[in-house]
């Protein structure tokens, strides 16, 4: 899943790039779950502080279309299960860089925000997306995070019953 970067300007300060290095190309903040159902409420996103992130940008001559920020041992094999070509690496940086950046969630009008989690490792996925009521153990820093439900123990519904992006995540839930 990947998290679009919602202030290209921000992105470009934060790494130490400038706008031209930068390009125009969009660039997404590529994260994993196992638990895609549970995006329509996500909250933020989850990267480590000390872990090593690229900016790369995937594909070849004038064809570099887009912009791709990956923990950098993952990289090599993001791209191969992304099915993309060779990447050329435009900055390199850490986690904490990152902290407070704002990304548009992918299939909703709202943006959230990049915070630090120790919980996010480099054996499943190169970031972490932050469900509602989140607890604060494992994160550096509380996050102001939106709670899920309207009063206590009553959910409330992420997406309304007609909204798209429902038909695509009912195929992912688990069965019984």
């Known amino acids: 899943m990947a998290f679009r970067v919602a202030d290209r300007a921000d992105l470009a300060a934060r790494i130490g790039l400038t706008a031209a290095r930068l390009g125009t190309a969009p660039v997404d903040v590529v994260i994993w ?8 409420a996500n909250q933020a996103v989850a990267l480590r502080a ?11 001559g004038a064809e ?15 791209l191969k299960r992304f099915g993309l070509g060779g990447a050329a690496v435009l900055a390199q940086f850490e986690g904490r860089a990152l902290e407070g950046l704002k990304l548009q969630h992918p299939f909703q009008d709202r943006q959230v925000p990049v915070v630090l989690a ?6 499943a996925g190169t970031g972490a997306y932050t469900p509602p009521r989140a607890r604060s153990r494992g ?5 102001a995070l ?5 009063q206590p123990g009553r959910q409330r519904r992420a997406l309304p019953a007609r909204h798209p992006a429902r038909r695509r995540l009912r195929w992912m839930r688990p069965t019984r």
């Open 33 to 40: 779950t196992t638990t895609p159902w549970t995006l329509p």
């Open 50 to 60: 000390e872990f090593r992130y690229v900016l790369a940008q995937s594909g070849t």
């Open 118 to 123: 120790e919980h996010v490792t480099l054996d």
């Open 146 to 150: 939106r709670p899920a439900g309207d």
């Open 139 to 143: 994160f550096r820093r509380r996050a």
């Open 64 to 78: 570099r279309r887009r912009g791709l920020i990956v923990a950098a041992e993952l990289l090599e094999p993001s």
